[in-house]
């Protein structure tokens, strides 16, 4: 790598390190000191804690770590390690206050900024490409989409405020496309801020499928309540209909009823359901039932991911689903520029070669496979990242939401979460395997 490369790296890596904690910084100082040492809800930390693990992981991993620098407060670690404490546990903690918190990441970002101006880019897999400033970024930017969760549960008076998403383009899209059978690339060996689990790049075949050209909107939703969506059991799976039972569940979370109409609570302002908006807040389980109410099911990671990034015209995996350029505000809802998600049929610009829309932004999208290594995967740089959540117990995530930044957002970017959560960003869209005679 020339020295200009490793100046333009250096430069990028400060400037997004810069960017992340704006928005941390947005996050956190519209409260009291009460509100961000609150617990809003057991599912949550509260928010001060996030704010000193941001800073905490960024002392160890770039300060002493990657700077080779003694430790700043080797005291508090074991407070904001996260596989230490649940997150229902963490306001007992003796956590810092939130001067002291705030003081913390502002001394730690000073040293990590002298690092990031010396330490050699080369010589250690750790630094290569700057990874580990990138894996830091994306750390803070994927909790201060956690923090804007808490904030979505908070039960007072709005304090976050943005413009409405851009409306739909006006055309009528077909329901859904053909995505055609045969091997594609998944995952990846080459984008340099990938995390472990993306990668490597890996061929699979995937059968023929038909994917709905948008996420599953509000208004598709109610049909499939006012239909007994929640009442009929033989649309759920087992796991799901137990789970509705014991949790009641009745609508999305944040509806509630006014008389003969649905309300939604969107960070303390509560409005009429807009049923031309993406459904979000609702769990895998709820995914799967309306699926199933509705002829379809949902699609598999890799029928996700083959849609989003197959471009048929060259047999080519793109980086989006737009193609290889990172993405701008005419391509996706991402990065918090807006507080819900855009109406289907937003974003023509960001719409895959086969016409899919909405991919990327707006919701993370529910997919019916459970978090696994892909073939070749190898623990970088530590087993807790990912490899530690392997197994049955968590379903797949794609495609990042208007709280997800771009730099915590990729084509190949895999997230997963329990199938019963839905204080998450969470919405779906349906697929379904053709039928006899409809591939001609
Ligand atoms: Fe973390």
């Known amino acids: 790598m020339t020295t200009t490369e490793q100046e333009q790296l250096r430069a990028k890596a400060a400037a997004e390190l810069e960017r992340a904690r704006l928005r941390s910084a947005a996050l956190t100082d519209v409260l009291d000191d009460d509100e961000l040492v609150r617990q809003h809800s057991p599912l949550m930390s509260p928010l001060i804690w996030d704010l000193a693990h941001i800073g905490n992981q960024e002392e160890l991993w770039l300060v002493r770590d990657v700077g080779g620098l003694p430790a700043m407060r080797s005291d508090i670690d074991e407070l904001y390690d996260a596989f230490k404490h ?38 250690r897999r750790l630094v290569e490409n700057a990874f580990a400033f990138g894996m830091l970024v994306q750390h803070e930017q994927q909790h201060d989409e956690t923090m804007l969760i808490t904030h979505q549960t908070r039960k007072s008076t709005a304090v976050l405020h943005a413009p409405d998403p851009p409306k739909a383009d006006g055309n009528v899209l077909p329901q859904e496309v053909l995505v055609p059978g ?5 995952g990846t060996s080459t984008e340099p801020w990938a995390l472990d689990n993306e990668r490597p790049a890996h061929q699979v075949h995937v059968d023929a499928f038909f994917i709905d050209t948008t996420p599953i909107s509000c208004g598709q939703y109610r049909e499939f309540m006012a239909d007994g969506g929640y009442e009929r059991a033989e649309l759920w799976s087992e796991a799901g209909w137990a789970h509705r ?52 099911r949902l699609p598999t990671e890799a029928e996700w991911e083959k849609a989003a990034r197959f471009d048929p015209s060259t047999g080519r995996s793109r980086r989006f689903p737009w193609g290889d350029d990172d993405p701008g505000p005419e391509h996706a809802n991402l990065g918090q520029r807006h507080l819900r998600p855009a109406e289907v049929g937003a974003y023509p610009a960001g719409a895959s070669p086969l016409g899919v829309r909405q991919l990327i932004g707006d919701v993370w999208e529910w997919v ?12 970088f740089p530590y087993q807790e990242y990912s490899e530690v959540f392997f197994g049955p117990d968590y379903k ?3 495609g990042g ?6 730099a915590a957002c990729r084509g190949t970017f895999r997230n997963w979460d329990y199938p019963i959560r839905r204080q998450i960003f969470s919405g779906f869209r349906c697929a379904r395997t053709p039928g006899g005679g409809e591939l001609g």
Do not use: I
């Open 182 to 186: 045969g091997p594609f690339t998944m």
């Open 245 to 296: 039972n014991k949790a009641n569940l009745r609508a999305p979370l944040y509806w509630r009823k006014d008389g003969d109409r649905w309300l939604r609570d969107c960070f303390g302002v509560v409005a009429p359901v807009r049923d031309a908006e993406p459904v979000v807040h609702v769990s895998f389980h709820e995914a799967q039932a309306y699926a199933r109410w509705a002829g379809k």
């Open 86 to 123: 649940s997150r229902a546990s963490r306001p007992a903690l003796p956590l810092l206050k939130p001067g002291e918190a705030r003081q913390y990441v502002e001394q730690v970002r000073r040293k990590t900024m002298d690092v990031v101006d010396r330490v050699p880019l080369q010589g």
């Open 368 to 379: 019916d496979t459970d978090l696994h290594g892909y073939p070749g995967f190898t623990a």
């Open 396 to 398: 797949m995530l794609r």
């Open 401 to 406: 939401c208007f709280g997800t930044d771009a």
